[in-house]
């Protein structure tokens, strides 16, 4: 199992699945890595990863491009890419954001599509802007330095430091009728027809038991991310705001109805629209919400 590149309190559920025996009950043996979203989208898709998250928006241009994957399970019914500033800023909606000094680590992934989404919501586009580039993602101390106006983040993320510090944030993210689709689990198209399906299925049903443990109880999620990342014993305030803000992002209108981690192929086939018509022309190929997702395994 594939998760991000770093450690974090943020993939609590599966620390906490591992750890209380629900894979095991289920039957499975479970090796969880991190890995890069680039890496995993690549590693799923040839077999070499089982099941791996990835963003959304990774997943419909891989998709594109031929790699055969599916987004199986939202990890995150909400999109957590935001556009952050000071509460003390003048930015108080998107279009507040012109002419601004906007701090980003780079054209690409999702918080790019997220800034082009919420600028073209008020008629903006990233020209507008004065974009300054910060390949090491240090737009958060760039911001509290006062080096720029705003920055890309993510709502689970920087607000919560942020706030830790003292300073309130303001928040802009994508409103309802915008919103793309967050990380999710991805497996290989041939995987949902093949020998695992079955334990794919089951894992998905673990991993959903511990998320819904952790909403009920996120000092459990904070106790299960100490125990496989010990030096979050010392900062277990900053990591329960964290894993909080990141709880809040798992539900949605649509999860609420249909299920945790239900897929919304409304929400898919809007993203994919809005994707096809970016002048990056991210999409090699025109694809479809059946082509990019999966309810096999729900």
């Excluded at 793309?180 to 991993?207: C, E, M, Q, Y």
């Amino acid at each position: 199992v594939g998760l991000g590149y770093i450690p974090n309190v943020q993939f609590a559920q599966f620390y906490l699945a591992d750890q209380a025996g629900y894979y095991r009950d289920a039957g499975l043996q479970v090796e969880l890595q991190n890995k890069t979203d680039p890496e995993l989208v690549t590693l799923v898709g040839q077999g070499a990863v089982d099941v791996g998250i990835s963003d959304g928006t990774s997943v419909i241009p891989a998709v594109s491009q031929g790699i055969p994957i599916r987004y199986v399970f939202a990890v995150f019914a909400q999109f957590p890419n935001i556009v952050f500033s000071k509460s003390t800023s003048s930015i108080a909606t998107a279009a507040d954001l012109k002419g601004k000094k906007v701090g980003i680590p780079g054209k690409f992934g999702s918080s790019w599509i997220q800034l082009e989404a919420l600028l073209a919501g008020v008629g903006l586009t990233t020209a507008d802007l004065q974009l300054v580039l910060f390949p090491d993602f240090g737009q958060l101390a760039a911001l509290q330095q006062g080096a720029v106006d705003a920055a890309t983040g993510y709502a689970n993320n920087e607000p919560i430091r942020l706030a830790l510090g003292g300073q309130q944030a303001s928040v802009l993210a994508l409103p309802l009728a915008s919103q793309l689709p967050g990380p999710g689990l991805i497996v290989s198209a041939a995987a949902l027809n093949g020998p695992k399906k079955d334990a794919l299925r089951a894992f998905v049903a673990a991993t959903q038991h511990a998320m819904r443990d952790i909403e009920a109880d996120p000092q459990k999620g904070v106790d299960a991310a100490v125990v496989q990342i010990p030096e979050l014993a010392s900062d277990r305030p900053a990591q329960l705001a964290v894993l909080q803000a990141t709880i809040a992002l798992w539900e949605s209108d649509y999860t609420r109805a249909n299920g945790l981690g239900a897929v919304d192929p409304a929400l898919w086939r809007r993203s994919i629209a809005f994707m096809a018509g970016l002048p990056d022309r991210l999409l090699a190929k025109p694809v479809t919400a059946a082509v990019c997702t999966s309810t096999t395994l729900l």
